[in-house]
């Protein structure tokens, strides 16, 4: 196989934690093949000659995979303290951690990890009782690559359903137990995919699907229409009644729910990642037909609790930062709704428990924590030990009390006990990470984007440190899909803190930090403004002396990985590393695999117009790289099972990347076995993954690594 030859040299600096490190390194990266396949779009030609690496099971793809993994693995093993860092970085995970406890029957279920365990175990003990091992998913598979996804009981805790995982896929397994014995009940349930499980008293339960894609493998091809689905108990799979979806009512995306009081069966359906239609099912009624109570994709609507016939519904409609309001089951048209917690300027998102109503609000991207009776009534507001991430507010009717963790970028995860009656909150479960978080600070500043927007960014740094420009720093950010990224503890940051680097995290426009308008402001023909935010955000660092061109880091996984690869095609020249995660760089395409077209409200798609297509394809990563450009030191990274975002998108865009790319940087691929776009992926391959991109990182930064 043909081979290029690029001299790596990385010159070392002394820095703080960081020692001098100066070595040269030959890397080779394959040529690889092209071919001339183009499609057009609006009368122009778009070339796409790395087509062929979209079959993820073709004999020449595999054999692609193992040498761009064999060439990363070879430059990885010579960075002379990637050892190091992995040792290091295992003490650190060597810990115990715990999930917040949950009542179900007469048993207290939490998951526990002995510290280095691939799997976290699901434990369960009577009240003054001793623990026992209810699942232990490290014995579902020899290497600890297949997960438990999810698990849901029955009001009487006496069955549970269970899901599984295999090589971090989507498509999910359900095994159906006794809790009496473990003892197995019918068959296994295959093929189950973007489900939960909602049981109809111990008769059965509802979960939802896709038919098995016709074209391309399981992993990467097209699933179109969810369907819902009722199993009883006992009988084949094959015998279960679709309930929704299918042709008669397709959707892409279909879930359930049944209230808490059993009454009500709660149907959300949805085209794509943003709003969705409401419909409502009297269970207690012979007969009764689904009712539809919302029936366009305008806003996002979900119920969250009943008592008798009033239903409490959280929603945005007329309320972009969200409110809940009441209806009565029998005309739950939105005419009828009436504002019970009306719309703030912060952010709400909602819980219930213990006959309460926990209101989350997002201040800045922090939380802020407030408790109102079910009559819309506020009863306080819930003390927190600080600036942070609290979440885990909810409960059965029944509790008097329940457990939420809090977070912070310096504050390693933490269980409290609340009472739900005195307002009270108590330590329940500390975190035993060998971290002091005395030594460290995070500090929220706010910069002007390119257009002149106020976005927030959290800079967390050990106390004490010199602003003179030469701190490494990595920059992550998301971006999208209304999703907030709220202050929360990494273990592997710790290995960049200890060292004097500093962490900074932007809360980007397209995500959810300050709501609906927030996110529309990113979306569509309005993308580029979140790139404009996140390079922004590393041209503030740098002028404020955090860090300079050469010691900044920019990271981003999934949508976060289609920011990391539009910012390193758009500025090159800015960031002196870039870790692209599972992204979606293939702009173009990205809706012709799985549930991409479910993407289709925050991109838009090249088929919708001209001028979305030309949009599209100038910020299209895989499409934006430039011939003899120098890029930043790049590790892609993805992983063979990713069937969210397939792997094709970082395989092409790697490919063109070594094609295009000129000077001394390093621009490889990582490609994980038996995982997939993050979810269950085991401890050993976590550790594995972040030991390469810290030496990867320090190495091309030109620093060592002091232990």
């Given at each position: ?199 109809k008293g111990n008769e059965g339960f509802y979960y939802s699907s896709y038919d098995k894609p016709k074209q391309g493998s ?20 094959k015998d279960d009644v679709m309930i929704f979806g299918g042709e008669a009512t397709p959707r892409r995306y279909i879930g ?256 959810g930090e300050y709501g609906e308008k927030w996110h529309i402001a990113g979306t569509k023909l309005q993308k580029q403004n ?178």
């Open positions: 196989m043909k081979k290029t030859a690029i001299l790596i040299l990385a010159a070392g600096i002394t820095f703080s934690g960081f020692s001098q490190t100066k070595t040269k390194k030959m890397v080779n990266y394959p040529t690889t093949r092209k071919d001339k396949t183009a499609d057009t779009y609006f009368g122009t030609s778009v070339a796409d000659p790395y087509r062929w690496l979209e079959n993820d099971v073709a004999p020449d793809t595999k054999a692609w995979v193992a040498e761009q993994n064999k060439v990363t693995q070879s430059y990885l093993s010579q960075i002379p303290y990637r050892a190091k860092i992995k040792g290091k970085l295992e003490k650190l995970w060597n810990y115990e951690r715990y999930s917040a406890p949950f009542r179900e029957g007469e048993y207290i279920y939490f998951m526990k990890n002995d510290g280095l365990q691939n799997q976290s175990v699901l434990y369960r003990q009577k009240e003054g009782g001793e623990p026992e091992v209810f699942l232990d998913p490290n014995k579902f598979s020899s290497d600890g690559t297949t997960s438990l996804a999810g698990i849901e009981f029955t009001k009487d805790g006496s069955l549970t359903a269970y899901q599984i995982s295999e090589g971090g896929s989507d498509w999910r397994k359900v095994i159906v137990i006794r809790t009496s014995d473990k003892g197995v009940i019918g068959d296994t349930l295959t093929d189950v995919k973007f489900s939960g499980i909602a049981w399981e992993l990467s091809g097209m699933t179109q229409h969810h369907k819902l689905y009722y199993h009883k108990l006992g009988t084949p799979q359930a729910s049944i209230t808490e009081d059993g009454r009500f069966l709660v149907i959300s359906a949805a085209n794509s990642t943003t709003g969705n239609e409401l419909y409502l099912q009297d269970l207690s009624a012979t007969g009764s037909p689904i009712k539809k109570i919302i029936d366009n994709f305008n806003n996002e609507h979900s119920i969250i609790d009943n008592q008798g016939s009033t239903l409490y519904i959280f929603t945005n409609l007329n309320a972009p930062n969200n409110k809940i309001v009441t209806v009565d089951a029998s005309d739950p048209s939105p005419s009828q709704w009436k504002d019970l917690i009306p719309e703030t300027e912060n952010v709400l998102s909602a819980g219930t428990g213990g006959g309460k109503i926990f209101a989350s609000y997002l201040k800045d991207a922090t939380s802020l924590v407030m408790q109102y009776g079910m009559d819309g009534k506020l009863e306080r507001s819930i003390e927190l030990p600080g600036v942070g991430s609290a979440s885990g507010f909810g409960a059965k009717k029944s509790e008097k009390e329940l457990y939420y963790t809090f977070t912070s970028y310096v504050y390693p995860p933490t269980i409290f006990k609340y009472d739900i009656a005195t307002g009270k909150s108590e330590v329940y479960k500390k975190s035993g990470v060998q971290f002091d978080p005395s030594s460290y600070e995070s500090k929220q500043v706010f910069y002007n984007s390119k257009d002149g927007t106020r976005v927030p960014m959290i800079i967390t740094y050990k106390k004490g440190i010199k602003l003179d420009g030469s701190n490494p720093t990595l920059l992550y950010g998301y971006g999208g899909f209304n999703i907030s990224l709220t202050p929360s503890f990494s273990t592997s940051n710790i290995i960049l803190l200890e060292q004097g680097g500093i962490y900074a995290v932007a809360n980007l426009r397209g995500g979140v790139f404009d935010d996140f390079i922004a955000a590393a041209e503030y660092l740098i002028s404020n002396k955090y860090t300079s061109r050469e010691k900044l880091a920019i990271s981003g996984g999934s949508n976060g990985g289609l920011l990391v690869g539009a910012a390193l095609t758009q500025r090159p020249e800015l960031f002196k590393v870039a870790f692209p995660a599972v992204g979606v760089l293939d702009m173009l395409r990205y809706n012709k695999f799985t549930a991409g077209a479910g993407w289709a409200y925050d991109y838009g798609t090249a088929e919708d117009s001209k001028e979305m297509f030309g949009y599209l394809l100038k910020y299209s990563p895989y499409h934006a790289l430039k011939p003899n450009t120098s890029y930043p030191a790049t590790l892609v990274t993805t992983a063979d099972h990713d069937d969210r975002v397939v792997p094709a998108h970082s395989f092409k865009f790697a490919a063109r990347l070594q094609e295009y790319h000129r000077g001394p940087n390093p621009v490889m691929i990582r490609i994980e076995t038996k995982a997939g776009h993050g979810a269950g992926k085991s401890t050993a391959q976590i550790i594995a993954e972040q030991a390469d991109k810290w030496a990867f990182m320090f190495y091309n930064m030109g620093l060592g690594y002091k232990d």
